[in-house]
């Protein structure tokens, strides 16, 4: 793996690597990749097992306030976010000309 | 060094009247302020709370209502587990300042046991550590020996215990966070079997690997925490409804008889390379055990040796995913002023926001997951996952439970592999197995006569009993 992988992989990854701490990965990862490359050395296959146990789901109910929540829930969620304009989150502009 | 208070004692004292809550509480605060600046394993105390919540208690004990096991009993809760109007920030920059909407299940079940939540403790950020040296808010130091690491993630949990601040803890173990913590500063540790208990409002990690589970002084302690913490929440649909047999029974693991159970010893487990007290001390704890009549058989779990790189695979892909929530936009740090457009507001709140591990780690999953490798890496570890359960089923045919070392050594100095990724990683060499496998493990002090030892013991899905019971056996038997 070279620079240009980790810097590709960080735009995957919507993360910025700066120059100064690329190479310091790139050697990490030589050495991870490696280390994991070790599965190759298993040619088992198994039918992948069922769950040793069996989820139970909720039923699929509307709810106009989830009793799981304080009644403040919403007014909480809007305080976090960076900035906010009539009860709606305020993000950058997603398309532009 | 004095005893260590425990849950059973501690209740025993407050219903008797030898001790009021507000006592306990002041003795805990007095603790954290002459402790906590050089340990470094609260990152905040919810100090007037907890004055407050104490004095409530001392009122309900004068009027002779019974009281819970749990209630009065000051508890640290990790900072990744949300308590509804606190702080919780995963020891990373990203989250500094983000306070929780809403409390996890397992807290929700804490306070209608009247457990004191005394603060949060520090932790490798986002749970990806083994020492607590990647948490953005300083390191832990360990109680036992302030030159170094009380291990990780749960760092923070175990010295709050070790070090007196709190009689018990709740950690989250992904692959070892708890146990190896446990073992690092001399308390127990336990991570339940997946799905026992409700990861709801944990900041998740690996959403299939990550369970929450007490640390605390003793066996018995971590037995009454996880019978309040454990059992289905429809928030959470991959915990489980416990059937009777798979409930907690605690008269039972205080008086079962330990001679008729067989516990195996893997021999993938017993190999150069561990320290020479650590196999010494298991040693000890072997012939303790053969003492109470317990049978030791050697057993073999072949695909043990490839955990470790199957845990890397799986572990970061996911990690990869959970972590693509905290991009500045919804919640915590936010680079939206100095960002030209939104992919901008993503990269740079997330370069500010995220240190080196969670940063690698990310990049790993990525990687792993990508087009052109995901069947080398991803698909071909899920199938060894498959393997590493089958080989523990096939054991636990024979075995009633599998008795290991934690940790292959004792703690280590604080920057010892602060800079070599790879040898961090193998701290977990002996606990990720049970991670990927979904099985119980809880770490136990073992004997030393230096830095603290821990053993692990495992047991098949959902027989926390039988670890309970045989670390409560060997507890009696040495103290």
């Known amino acids: 793996m070279n620079s240009s992988d980790v810097n590709h992989l960080a735009d995957l990854a919507y993360i910025t690597v700066p120059k100064q701490q690329q190479s310091g990965f790139e050697q990490d990862f030589q050495g991870i990749l490696q280390n994991i490359a070790r599965l190759t050395e298993v040619s088992e296959e198994v039918d992948l097992l069922p769950t040793y146990y069996h989820q139970t789901l909720r039923e699929d109910v509307k709810h106009i306030h989830n009793p799981a929540f304080t009644s403040d829930i919403h007014q909480k969620i809007l305080q976090s976010m960076p900035q906010v304009e009539n009860d709606y989150l305020v993000v950058k502009t997603i398309l532009t000309k | 060094m004095t005893t260590p208070l425990t849950i059973t004692t501690l209740h025993d004292e407050l219903v008797s009247g030898s001790t009021t809550a507000t006592q306990v509480v002041d003795s805990i605060l007095a603790a954290i302020e002459t402790k906590n600046t050089e340990l470094n394993a609260y990152t905040e105390v919810f100090t007037e709370d907890i004055k407050k919540q104490a004095k409530e208690i001392d009122i309900k004990i004068k009027t002779g209502a019974t009281l819970g096991i749990l209630e009065g009993i000051p508890m640290s809760i990790k900072d990744a587990i949300m308590i509804d109007n606190k702080k919780c920030?995963?020891?990373?920059?990203?989250?500094?300042?983000?306070?929780?909407?809403?409390?996890?299940?397992?807290?929700?079940?804490?306070?209608?046991?009247?457990?004191?939540?005394?603060?949060?403790?520090?932790?490798?950020?986002?749970?990806?550590?083994?020492?607590?040296?990647?948490?953005?808010?300083?390191?832990?130091?360990?109680?036992?020996?302030?030159?170094?690491?009380?291990?990780?993630?749960?760092?923070?949990?175990?010295?709050?215990?070790?070090?007196?601040?709190?009689?018990?803890?709740?950690?989250?173990?992904?692959?070892?966070?708890?146990?190896?913590?446990?073992?690092?500063?001399g308390i127990v540790g336990l991570k339940p079997t997946y799905?026992?208990?409700?990861?709801?409002?944990?900041?998740?990690?690996?959403?299939?690997?990550?369970?929450?589970?007490?640390?605390?002084?003793?066996?018995?302690?971590?037995?009454?925490?996880?019978?309040?913490?454990?059992?289905?929440?429809?928030?959470?649909a991959t915990s489980v409804h416990l059937t009777p047999e798979q409930?907690?029974?605690?008269?039972?693991?205080?008086?079962?008889?330990?001679?008729?159970?067989?516990?195996?010893?893997?021999?993938?487990?017993?190999i150069d390379g561990i320290a020479p007290e650590i196999r010494e001390s298991i040693d000890q704890v072997i012939q303790t055990y053969k003492g109470l009549g317990v049978t030791f058989k050697q057993i073999s779990l072949p695909y043990s040796e490839y955990a470790i790189p199957t845990y890397y695979i799986l572990m970061p892909a996911e990690v990869s995913s959970n972590l693509a929530r905290f991009d500045g936009i919804r919640y915590g740090l936010s680079q939206r002023d100095s960002a030209?457009?939104?992919?901008?507001?993503?990269?740079?709140?997330?370069?500010?926001?995220?240190?080196?591990?969670?940063?690698?780690?990310?990049?790993?999953?990525?990687?792993?997951?990508?087009?052109?490798?995901?069947?080398?890496?991803?698909?071909?570890?899920?199938?060894?996952?498959?393997?590493?359960?089958?080989?523990?089923?096939?054991?636990?045919?024979?075995?009633?439970?599998?008795?290991?070392?934690?940790?292959?050594?004792?703690?280590?100095?604080?920057?010892?592999?602060?800079?070599?990724?790879?040898?961090?990683?193998?701290?977990?060499?002996?606990?990720?197995?049970?991670?990927?496998?979904?099985?119980?493990?809880?770490?136990?002090?073992?004997?030393?006569?230096?830095?603290p030892i821990g053993f692990q013991l495992m047991s098949t899905h959902f027989d926390e009993n039988t670890i309970l019971t045989l670390g409560h056996a060997y507890e009696q038997t040495t103290k």
């Open chain 2, 247 to 270: 409930a907690l029974d605690i008269p039972r693991i205080q008086t079962a008889d330990v001679s008729k159970m067989t516990v195996g010893l893997p021999k993938e487990y017993f």
């Open chain 2, 89 to 185: 920030t995963s020891s990373s920059l990203i989250l500094e300042p983000y306070t929780a909407v809403y409390d996890a299940t397992v807290i929700k079940r804490l306070k209608a046991a009247g457990v004191i939540l005394v603060g949060k403790t520090n932790l490798d950020e986002f749970a990806m550590g083994s020492s607590t040296e990647s948490s953005a808010f300083e390191p832990t130091k360990n109680p036992v020996d302030l030159e170094r690491v009380p291990g990780g993630s749960s760092g923070g949990s175990a010295a709050s215990v070790a070090g007196g601040m709190a009689v018990a803890s709740l950690g989250s173990d992904t692959g070892g966070s708890i146990r190896q913590p446990a073992a690092f500063t």
């Open chain 2, 340 to 451: 030209t457009n939104l992919l901008d507001v993503y990269k740079k709140s997330r370069e500010k926001g995220f240190g080196d591990e969670t940063t690698r780690r990310i990049l790993l999953g990525t990687y792993v997951l990508s087009s052109g490798y995901y069947g080398s890496y991803y698909s071909k570890a899920k199938q060894i996952q498959a393997l590493i359960k089958r080989d523990f089923e096939q054991a636990f045919q024979d075995v009633d439970a599998i008795l290991t070392p934690t940790t292959p050594h004792t703690a280590f100095k604080i920057g010892e592999k602060a800079n070599d990724p790879i040898s961090m990683y193998l701290e977990d060499i002996f606990t990720v197995a049970t991670n990927i496998a979904g099985i119980p493990g809880i770490s136990i002090p073992a004997p030393t006569q230096g830095l």
């Open chain 2, 195 to 236: 799905g026992r208990v409700s990861r709801f409002g944990l900041i998740a990690m690996a959403s299939s690997l990550d369970q929450i589970g007490p640390l605390s002084n003793t066996t018995l302690d971590a037995a009454h925490i996880l019978e309040t913490i454990e059992g289905h929440d429809e928030l959470d």
